[in-house]
């Protein structure tokens, strides 16, 4: 059973960033594609991004190419979102979603673990 623990989330200025942590514990982290998916109230569950088991291999929603990088420190067994430019239709529960496999691909469906969830509010 693998848990996933979200951090980082607040209340932040349109244009300004913030960094999202999802720390890992109880399996093999590097087993694992790491994504991330939000939600906005009211909305389905949307992906964000995705990183394969090394790193290497990232894939994002196009709604956040280019402001948002996805990364991974399988030492430390923790994937970093870095979110830039936010606007305020990225205002929403953020998610953090593990698959067992090697590929930068997740979907709701093919998602093994998912964390709690981290509010990120964008302000006008």
């Known amino acids: 059973q693998v848990q996933l623990v979200e951090s980082g989330g607040g209340l932040v200025q349109a244009g300004g960033s913030l960094r999202l942590s999802c720390a890992a514990s109880g399996g093999t982290f590097s087993s694992y594609v790491m994504g991330w998916f939000r939600q906005a109230p009211g909305k389905e569950r949307e992906f964000v991004a995705a990183?394969?088991?090394?790193?290497?291999?990232?894939s994002y929603a196009d709604s956040v190419k280019g402001r948002f990088s996805l990364s991974r420190d399988n030492a430390k067994n923790t994937v970093y979102l870095q979110m830039n430019s936010l606007k305020p239709e990225d205002t929403a529960g953020y998610y953090c979603a593990a698959r067992r496999g090697m590929a930068a691909i997740i979907t709701t469906s093919t998602t093994d673990y998912w964390g709690q969830g981290t509010r990120v509010t964008v302000s006008t």
């Open positions: 990183i394969d088991w090394s790193g290497r291999g990232t």
